[in-house]
């Protein structure tokens, strides 16, 4: 095992490279059976090795040591939920035609798991990087002219991440010598600026609106990728960089209030859910604040739980938008009729999303609760309640309501082909599984716990919460009409959209009239320069003209006197 | 196919209606239910039907603030393409 050969990304990265070279059965078993080898690979790391400070493999480089490969029990939950996403990635992909989308999303998963068992920061910088080239690399190859301008968009949001991250890490290692990647606080300002980096790939404000500006603009399968890798990496490295950090607290609420008020404003269904991933990340950056180890546990329990049940729902309402072409919530309405199957689906990974009882959301989520009142930040228990109140509004029902019952769109679509149907039942059956057997699901957490969610009074307040919430939302929806209509809201986003545009226009444009002018004076100067030189010393000028031998004595005369004079005067 | 179209339950008028009342009666069914569980945790959050009203404050709210967001920064879906 202590080889570089045994990480669990190598399979699916060499995988990915041959996708480009097979076709037909080939590419299926290959992409079928790369994460398979991949989720053998981590869960045949020997218990010794899951210690914490399991190092599988380090490098001398230069006067430090890279850890490529270092495990432990929350790199080993990072990397399964990775691979089981990677299968389902792939069996929902199976057919997709862009060998480049598939090429792209699993060197992009190779990557990820790559930061996943990263020991280190130079480590975790390079494969962060590797990631957002492939993530763009997923999103330009949809192919549309929208999808290459919401690509350029997102590379530049990352590659600016990229840039505070490095000046951190580099301040970082200068400041202490060290290259490990180990619990930290925002303390000094390159530890801020690596924090500041990794946040920026959570969706965290003010660049929140990167999430739903360009994972929407992916093909149908594309988008089940890029939900999954990105933010929860994210949420990786904060859980083991960061636990604790209080302003995490704030950020985090601020994300989910953010997430459901925009999701609520939005008409595209599936740019809704890029805003419900900043929702729900935000759960996770709020645990992650908190800090305890239930909190973490919460935390990092929530992205394989969210990992899963926004794959299906980003799966569903792809399958929507494969089988019908649309993507607004204005183009769709009575699709239960034909697609039970998609609808049933959506409609689990909508209550996972709400932490409906029974379901992978609500073990996961209801132990962040539990830590902020145990930690006695009461005033974050309510905003946290609130906030999951506010998820079922967006998910859980607009969603549903709007595409598969509310008003009859006319349209009888088919369900999607069998591969696509096959893995959202797996991830449904999934979402089921964990709500059900909790404490299955809770040995995988980094730390141990004695927690049981599932009791009568969490059950029933839980349901009350949501039920009485949604009793809200069709409310208003009867007596004041939810007039959803083709708009965008506006968001910080503008600011790099429209006013640093408008000024990189202006300046473009008074930096040519500026550079016209400059040149013109500057030719003007040297023409007159060269019209007065040529005006002495031209065939006409003063100084070619020939002059006569008398004139020419006579001055040699006067200058030799001055000589004379000059000469007594001064010696 | 037009008369498969008539009879399923989503045309039905009456469904509406009787999903109404259902959601109701569980409403009121789950204020019921408090009575009969012990709370683990002490607080004004485990207060007697302090979920049901909190639930029905955040749905009404968040609709309210979502509309005037929505209200203040709504642009054509074109506006960045313009």
């Given at each position: ?252 609420l601020f994300?989910i209030f953010y997430g459901i008020i ?17 929702n729900?990340?935000g759960f996770?950056?709020t ?67 709400s932490a ?9 989520k209801?132990?962040?609760a539990?830590?902020t ?5 009461y005033w974050v228990w309510y905003l946290l309640a609130a906030g999951t109140a506010g998820v079922f509004l967006d ?67 839980q349901?009350?919460i949501l039920?009485f919430s949604?009793?809200a ?99 | ?44 959050m485990?207060?007697?039907?302090f979920s049901?009203w909190f639930g029905f404050l955040v749905g009404g709210v968040s609709i309210?603030l ?17």
């Open positions: 095992m202590s080889s570089l050969l045994f990480h669990p990304a190598l399979p699916i990265l060499i995988g990915a490279f041959l996708v480009l070279r097979l076709n037909g059965t080939a590419r299926s078993i290959l992409l079928l059976g790369t994460p398979l080898v991949s989720l053998a690979l981590v869960w045949s790391i020997p218990a010794s090795l899951i210690a914490p400070d399991g190092v599988v493999i380090s490098i001398p480089y230069m006067e430090w040591t890279l850890e490529p490969f270092k495990t432990d029990k929350l790199s080993r939950l990072f990397a399964t939920v990775f691979g089981l996403m990677a299968f389902a990635g792939n069996l929902y992909a199976l057919k997709q035609e862009k060998v480049l989308e598939l090429f792209a999303a699993n060197i992009y998963i190779a990557f990820s798991l790559g930061v996943v068992f990263a020991g280190d920061l130079i480590t975790v910088f390079v494969f962060w990087e590797m990631m957002a080239l492939a993530s763009s690399t997923i999103i330009f190859s949809a192919g549309t002219d929208t999808a290459r301008a919401a690509g350029i968009r997102y590379l530049m949001i990352h590659l600016l991440g990229g840039v505070v991250l490095m000046a951190g890490i580099a301040g970082e290692v200068s400041a202490t010598g060290s290259i490990a990647f180990t619990s930290m606080l925002p303390d000094t300002l390159p530890r801020a600026l690596i924090l500041a980096g990794f946040l920026l790939n959570t969706g965290a404000p003010p660049f929140s609106a990167w999430v739903p500006d360009s994972y929407p603009e992916a093909s149908y399968s594309g988008m089940v990728f890029l939900s999954a890798f990105t933010t929860k990496t994210a949420v990786y490295v904060l859980a083991r960089g960061f636990p604790g950090a209080e302003i995490l607290i704030f950020i985090g994300m925009y999701g609520l404003c939005e008409n595209n269904a599936r740019k809704m859910l890029g805003y419900s991933i900043v729900q990340v996770m950056v645990a992650i604040g908190i800090g305890s180890a239930l909190a973490i546990n919460g935390a990092v329990a929530h992205a394989f739980a969210h990992i899963i049940y926004k794959g299906l729902l980003i799966m569903a309402t792809g399958s929507v938008f494969y089988v019908t072409g649309k993507r607004k919530f204005t183009e769709y309405g009575g699709l239960f009729r034909t697609m039970p199957l998609t609808a049933i689906c959506c409609i689990i990974g909508g209550l996972s999303i409906f009882p029974f379901t992978s959301g609500f073990v996961s209801a132990m962040t539990e830590a009142y145990v930690g006695q930040y998910v859980g029902i607009k969603l549903q309501y709007f595409v598969f019952f509310g008003k009859d769109s006319g349209q009888r679509p088919p369900e999607p082909p069998l591969h696509m149907r096959a893995a959202m039942v797996f991830f449904a059956i999934l979402c089921v599984g964990i709500g059900v057997a909790p404490q299955l699901f809770y040995q995988l957490l980094p730390y141990a716990q004695d927690y049981e969610p599932n009791t009568p009074d969490h059950i029933v307040t349901f009350q039920l949604g009793a939302f069709f409310l208003f929806l009867k007596y004041y009409g939810w007039h959803l209509v083709n708009s965008l809201t506006l968001d910080f986003d503008w600011f790099y959209r429209v006013w640093g545009r408008n000024i990189a226009v202006a300046f473009t444009q008074n930096a040519g009239s500026a550079r016209d002018s400059i040149i013109d004076d500057l030719s003007k100067g040297a023409k007159q320069t060269i019209d007065r030189i040529y005006h002495r010393h031209g065939p006409a000028g003063v100084l070619a003209r020939t002059m006569p031998t008398g004139r020419m004595a006579f001055w040699a005369i006067v200058m030799l006197a001055v000589y004379l004079l000059v000469d007594f005067a001064f010696m | 196919m037009s008369e498969q179209k008539n009879t399923h339950w989503l045309d039905n008028p009456e469904t509406p209606k009787r999903l109404w009342t259902g959601f109701a009666i569980v409403l009121v069914l789950l204020v019921i239910a408090e009575l009969f569980v012990t709370h683990h945790h002490k607080g004004f485990f207060n007697f039907g049901a309210v979502s509309k005037g967001w929505k209200k203040i920064l709504k642009r054509k879906d074109i506006y960045y393409d313009e």
